[in-house]
């Protein structure tokens, strides 16, 4: 049998014990020979934590993956089948400057979207498309699974600007899917959904639950759900009862984004920030994996944000490397998949998985207001791609004043002009 070799970049990462756990449990089904894990020169540290911590686990699950860690990608590159993408350029340090400057320009602030999630591709663009040149020197032949946020841009900038074989895998599905399982008291595989989106905005168009279409129930349910999860934030009841579709976790910050904005700039006057949770969940998490006794995942740990996403990645390495022609949401080049976008543009469809390449499954017709804020969104993402490609300030201007997050065009160069400033280590425009 043919074994696999899996790179991942950013292996110093809380997520990746979550990540090889999904690879322990169905080595069976996958036959993985080493994994390497990944980091630059600040991460050693963290690296070295992690590659203990899953050693660990493997050893107790009487595994034969071998763990090799590695500061140097080419080394790690040239023996890949498969690049698993879950790098944080700047870290938390740099988020937490963004985030800071949005709020104190009365700007929602959220690490994959807005001015936040902007500055977050506009650092990673550059790096990943010079990885991309190590990868289509010494693994031509390898897939690119990109879990970096904001998934569905940094997927387009390398898709669009490189020769790699990429593509994009986040959450959103996987949470859908897993959450409706639950609700419905069936296996995941019970569950089929047409959706579309991009990343950071997705639909449910439909569901299906053992082959019948529960679209009307389950969007009471997702409301119910929703109402759950967010108790601070109210919804306009006649909007929902037209909306027509099930909108993801990050439609509030389009439909009730004045709610949010409001929540977050009352505790940032308390010295809050929205990822100092995520900071301290991530700092809990380090202090547990190097505890040298310690080789179980903390409880709780399939909650994380994100986490969702490492299930989709199991499902396409396995649908290339048998040439399943498994139906997976993915994102990926649009091809005619959802009319009235570019071709070039990256969206999130169902799509056929299969060794030589992934097909886009072409997507019924569209709810006006579904498909006129798609449009818009991508228009922005594409902008984005550009900035980061070009870096000219122009663009990025116009890009940066699109988003629904920021109220007008001096507003946005104003702060992207101190962004710029706080981000000069990693972003340079040349062009003003």
């Not at 590159?77 to 993408?85: C, G, H, S, T, V």
């Not at 296996?187 to 279409?213: A, E, F, H």
């Not at 984004?257 to 920030?273: A, N, R, S, Y």
Request: aromatic share 8%; glycine share 6%; with cysteine.
């Amino acid at each position: 049998m043919t074994t696999l070799n899996i790179a991942i970049l950013g292996g110093g990462s809380a997520s990746t014990p979550q990540l090889i756990s999904q690879f322990i449990q169905h080595e069976e089904a996958l036959p993985i020979k080493k994994i390497y894990l990944v980091d630059i020169l600040a991460g050693r540290e963290r690296l070295s934590i992690i590659a203990s911590f899953v050693r660990r686990m493997i050893e107790q699950e009487n595994s034969n993956i071998e763990i090799m860690e590695t500061l140097d990608r080419r080394e790690a590159l040239k023996q890949a089948d498969f690049i698993i993408n879950q790098i944080r350029v700047g870290g938390f340090d740099m988020r937490q400057i963004d985030e800071t400057l949005c709020l104190e320009y009365g700007i929602i602030a959220e690490e994959a979207s807005g001015p936040v999630g902007f500055m977050n591709a506009l650092r990673t663009i550059p790096i990943m498309l010079d990885i991309c040149e190590d990868i289509e020197e010494l693994a031509p032949d390898a897939w690119l699974l990109n879990l970096t946020n904001p998934c569905s841009i940094i997927t387009e900038a390398i898709d669009k600007h490189t020769n790699v074989k990429v593509i994009g895998i986040n959450e959103g599905p996987m949470a859908f899917r897993n959450q409706f399982a639950k609700a419905y008291d069936v296996v995941k595989n019970d569950i089929s959904m047409q959706l579309i989106g991009t990343s950071q905005l997705l639909w449910v168009t439909d569901l299906y639950v053992r082959g019948k279409s529960k679209l009307t129930d389950a969007i009471l349910y997702k409301k119910l759900h929703s109402r759950k999860k967010r108790q601070d934030i109210t919804v306009d009841t006649y909007f929902l009862q037209t909306y027509g579709v099930i909108g993801c976790d990050y439609q509030p910050y389009y439909y009730q984004g004045d709610q949010i904005l409001t929540k977050q700039l009352d505790v940032f006057k308390q010295g809050v920030l929205p990822s100092d949770f995520e900071l301290e969940e991530h700092k809990q998490l380090f202090s547990l994996y190097e505890h040298a006794k310690t080789a179980t995942l903390p409880n709780g740990v399939e909650d994380r944000r994100g986490a969702a996403a490492l299930e989709g990645v199991l499902e396409v390495i396995q649908a290339i490397h048998y040439n399943l022609k498994r139906i997976l949401p993915v994102n990926i080049r649009n091809n005619g998949a959802i009319e009235g976008l570019r071709n070039d543009a990256c969206v999130q469809v169902n799509s056929v998985v299969e060794r030589h390449g992934i097909i886009p499954i072409q997507v019924p017709e569209i709810l006006p207001h579904v498909h006129g804020l798609l449009q818009y969104m991508k228009a922005y993402e594409s902008l984005t791609v550009e900035a980061g490609i070009s870096k000219n300030i122009g663009v990025a201007i116009q890009a940066m004043t699109m988003h629904p997050f920021v109220p007008s065009a001096e507003v946005a160069h104003k702060l992207l002009q101190d962004m710029f400033i706080a981000n000069e280590a990693y972003v340079q425009p040349v062009i003003y």
